[in-house]
Structure formats: C-alpha cells, structure tokens
C-alpha cells in the first residue's frame, strides 16, 4: 500500500507492553504503518524470559494487541544476540523507521550492551527507543 510506513521493532520481554503498543498507536495516528516485530530468542526452554516458547507466547499476544488497534504485524523470532537479530533482518529497502523496545534501566540488560545505539549505527536510522514493563503473563487454558 502506497504511503505506508514500514516500522521494524525490537522487543523481547517487552513484546506486547502497553507502552509498547501506545507508541505503536501513536505512531499509526500520524500515517499507516506495517510492523515487524522480531524478537531475539534463546533456544534454551529452561530460559525464563527469553525461551523459544515464551518468545512465541509474547509475539501471538503483541499481533493480536496490535491487530486489534489496526496495525498490521509480522513477527520473526531472531538470534538471540539482538544485534545480530537485527543485522539478519534490516534491509533499508524494507525498513523506513526502527523502534527498539527495551525494560526500563537497571533491569534491562539490552541498554547495558547500549543496543538503541548499537541499532542506530547498524541501520543508519535514528532508532526511537521505547521504555516498558513486561505484563505478566496470560495463564495457558486447560
């Protein structure tokens, strides 16, 4: 669709976040945008946070939220570097904006490694960076 704006995320426990998906609608007020939404993923599965399965589990439930609030979504579960998770994916063709979803500081080892930055300079677009909350997660039905 002509005048879309093609927006690559990064988000891992942050996914579905509401300050996540705020921004998102912010953003979609202003113009149409197509998400990507990849998500760096350890294969470990005793990996509380970052396991392939709770990587999926937060990917289902950020479509569905984004979904519901108009905006399209393709999710990819990445490296689990997030830089290399980034590097496999980015393509300036592809990509017109890149947003990087992280906990907030003291919790979230991503603005540690500095990844906003590291973002930045990878894709030579100015990265908006996205404070949020894990939600605690939706019990499975029996």
Do not use: C, K, Y
Not at 1 to 9: C, H, P, T, Y
Not at 13 to 35: K, Y
Not at 38 to 47: F, S, Y
Not at 74 to 98: L, M, Y
């Amino acid at each position: 669709m002509s005048g879309m704006a093609r927006v690559l995320v990064v988000a891992d426990r942050t996914a579905d976040s509401d300050e996540l998906l705020a921004a998102l609608v912010e953003r979609h007020s202003q113009g149409p945008i197509e998400v990507t939404l990849v998500a760096p993923a350890a294969w470990e599965i005793a990996d509380p946070h970052g396991g392939r399965q709770s990587v999926m589990r937060r990917l289902r439930s950020a479509a569905g939220r984004f979904a519901e609030a108009g905006i399209e979504t393709e999710s990819v579960v990445g490296d689990p570097d997030p830089v290399a998770a980034v590097a496999a994916i980015w393509d300036p063709n592809r990509f017109d904006e890149v947003i990087v979803s992280t906990l907030p500081d003291g919790l979230s080892r991503w603005l540690r490694l500095d990844l906003p930055r590291r973002v930045e300079r990878h894709t030579g677009q100015a990265v908006r960076h996205v404070i949020a909350h894990e939600r605690a997660p939706v019990p499975a039905l029996a």
